[in-house]
């Protein structure tokens, strides 16, 4: 369709193009970012930035949020 011709789909990707999901898999317009990798990345700059974070110290970590309706906590 139009709306997606210029969208990197599942078909068109490579390891030279970033790999990141854009929307969900289930909709119409679901692709992948495609710029081009950070080198020995599979993402570009700046979804790497957001795929790979430092972790903070374990006493400066934020607590996790609270679960909807009391449920347990999975880990």
């Not at 289930?26 to 692709?31: A, L, S, T, Y």
């Not at 974070?53 to 679960?67: E, F």
Request: hydrophobic share 25%; aromatic share 10%.
């Amino acid at each position: 369709s139009p709306e997606i011709a210029d969208k990197t789909s599942l078909l068109d990707l490579s390891e030279k193009v970033c790999r990141w999901p854009m929307g969900h898999p289930g909709e119409p317009d679901f692709h992948f970012c495609g710029q081009q990798v950070n080198p020995g990345f599979p993402y570009c700059v700046e979804h790497c930035g957001r795929a790979y974070q430092a972790q903070l110290p374990r006493g400066v970590r934020r607590p996790p949020p609270p679960l909807p309706f009391g449920g347990p906590r999975v880990r």
